[in-house]
């Protein structure tokens, strides 16, 4: 038999073996991921419960102000009131979760949609941003008034509430991303005699996607933030409109399960948008620029 029919009788089984090794690479790979995600998790959890109570002790907090974790557990579970507690408490969180949502998605799609334009046009990003900077500096407090003076007490107003805060720090991280695109596959669109529209997805928008996913894990919280803005500032109900009431009617155990639930709600939709992206980065082999 000759070396070339060797060669020929080989090579799909070399292939065979190099595909199988490299799915069970990326298998563990991905179980590596999984695991260091949902230990970071952990550890997160156990250090916001160890700051809560050495906060508590170390100021001297008194006990009918400042509630531990035991409190809040009790709260929800054990008084004779624990299951009026926990419809009151987990319907307001819906709301708010409600409410995050529609930030998190209105601020999001306005991110990419100008990260886009500014990729796409240099004269509009030069233009553009500086505002986008001006705005971003002005406290969210202040623009409030004049944000529901336009949109009124309603649901719009929870979106752009919201929209502003998950928009500026979103709209960093995808215009970067989009620029950290290699100059060369630029180039070759650019031979083939496509436009800057074809470069910016075939090109960049791949590109980008560490930072996109960056992005939407830095949105989660920031969505929550400005969802408790609005409820706080403009359209009550839900946590944000909630804690108000509590503080005034001195319903501390209330007010502390409050910022419980949003916490770990917080931590929780965070971590789970952190482990979908060290999944899809390990799978598409992009880990390495997470």
Do not use: C
């Not at 070399?14 to 952990?42: C, D, I, M, P, Y």
């Not at 623009?143 to 500026?168: E, K, N, Q, Y």
């Amino acid at each position: 038999m000759t070396e070339a029919a060797v060669a020929a009788l080989s090579t799909p089984r070399s292939a065979v073996q190099l595909n199988a090794s490299v799915k069970r690479e990326t298998r563990r790979a991905t179980l590596r991921a999984v695991g260091n995600s949902l230990l970071t998790f952990v550890l997160t959890l156990v250090a916001v419960g160890v700051i809560w109570v050495g906060a508590l002790w170390a100021f001297n907090v008194t006990p009918y102000v400042g509630k531990g974790p035991v409190d809040v557990y009790n709260f929800l579970f054990t008084v004779p009131a624990a299951e009026a507690n926990r419809t009151q408490m987990f319907s307001q969180l819906w709301v708010t979760i409600g409410h995050s949502a529609v930030g998190f998605f209105a601020g999001l799609v306005v991110a990419v949609i100008v990260a886009a334009i500014f990729q796409l046009s240099k004269g509009a990003e030069h233009a553009l941003m500086p505002l986008a900077m001006l705005l971003r500096s002005v406290p969210l407090v202040a623009m409030a008034p004049v944000i529901i003076l336009i949109f009124g007490r309603d649901f719009s107003t929870v979106a752009v509430i919201g929209g502003i805060v998950v928009l500026f720090p979103a709209l960093v991280n995808i215009a970067f991303g989009l620029k950290s695109a290699s100059p060369q596959m630029n180039d070759l669109i650019a031979v083939y005699g496509g436009s800057s529209w074809t470069a910016l997805r075939k090109v960049a928008l791949p590109s980008a996607l560490p930072s996109l996913l960056a992005a939407v894990r830095i949105s989660v919280p920031g969505a929550i933030t400005g969802a408790l803005l609005a409820e706080w500032l403009a359209v009550g109900g839900g946590i944000g409109g909630a804690v108000g009431g509590y503080t005034a009617a001195a319903q501390f155990s209330a007010l502390w399960t409050a910022v419980v639930l949003v916490t770990v709600t917080a931590l929780v939709l965070y971590n789970v948008v952190q482990l979908l992206e060290a999944v899809v980065l390990t799978r598409m082999g992009m880990s390495d620029r997470a």
